[in-house]
T-cell receptor, first 116, second 111 residues
Framework: NAGVTQTPKFRVLKTGQSMTLLCAQD?????MYWYRQDPGMGLRLIHY???????AKGEVPDGYNVSRLKKQNFLLGLESAAPSQTSVYFC???????????????FGEGSWLTVV | RKEVEQDPGPFNVPEGATVAFNCTYS??????FFWYRQDCRKEPKLLMS???SGNEDGRFTAQLNRASQYISLLIRDSKLSDSATYLC????????????FGSGTRLSIRP
């Protein structure tokens, strides 16, 4: 079972370059998320999507754009990379964003991005 | 003040010991609570949900105290394989953006 797959796993960018991180899930989940994780900061939500064709801003959206053209894919774009965007990026998905029965969020393995 | 706060640790305990972590949250409207485990350079994975009445899964016990707005995780008879970072997760039903992760508590089990 693939679950949530992220590509690429590692990338080094120069300041000002652009790139796209791809996330794919095969669990037919409605909700998808992009987080970044920095030491001592925990996971912070960048953008999320509650269904195909929808996106919304999270806690730290500046400098990033997203698209959800297909239900199974959620793309994260860096328009003009900055050193402050050096981080580990995790994509995640869930069946519903919230539910009374609790809800499991499944994560991809992470993408390590360094901006020099 | 952070919405979800955890003691970052590290907790360094011998194998077989009992260890407990707390996590406090500020949003009284929070409704779902979880503990996730994250190994070094890996993705977080669900350890267990936390229910109002408290719940147990093998050596792990989770408790919720809504009045004081904290959740706890107790690990009994700790194993070397329990070494990881434990993340507290708090959500409410109003928005997918209201899924808040704590910064995590590092646990190291020594032989």
């Amino acid at each position: 079972n693939a679950g949530v797959t992220q590509t690429p796993k590692f990338r080094v960018l120069k300041t000002g370059q652009s790139m796209t991180l791809l996330c794919a899930q095969d669990m037919n989940h409605e909700y998808m998320y992009w987080y970044r994780q920095d030491p001592g900061m925990g996971l912070r939500l960048i953008h999320y999507s509650v269904g195909e064709g929808t996106t919304a801003k999270g806690e730290v959206p500046d400098g990033y754009n997203v698209s959800r053209l297909k239900k199974q894919n959620f793309l994260l774009g860096l328009e003009s990379a900055a050193p402050s965007q050096t981080s580990v990026y995790f994509c995640a998905s869930s069946f519903h964003g919230t539910s009374s029965g609790g809800n499991t969020i499944y994560f991809g393995e992470g993408s390590w991005l360094t901006v020099v | 003040r952070k919405e979800v706060e955890q003691d970052p640790g590290p907790f360094n305990v011998p194998e077989g010991a009992t260890v407990a972590f707390n996590c406090t949250y500020s949003n009284s409207a929070s409704q779902s609570f979880f503990w996730y485990r994250q190994d070094c350079r890996k993705e977080p994975k669900l350890l267990m949900s936390v229910y109002s009445s408290g719940n147990e899964d093998g050596r792990f016990t989770a408790q919720l105290n809504r009045a004081s707005q904290y959740i706890s995780l107790l690990i009994r008879d700790s194993k070397l394989s329990d070494s990881a970072t434990y993340l507290c997760v708090v959500t409410d039903y109003s928005s997918a953006s209201k899924i808040i992760f704590g910064s995590g508590t590092r646990l190291s089990i020594r032989p």
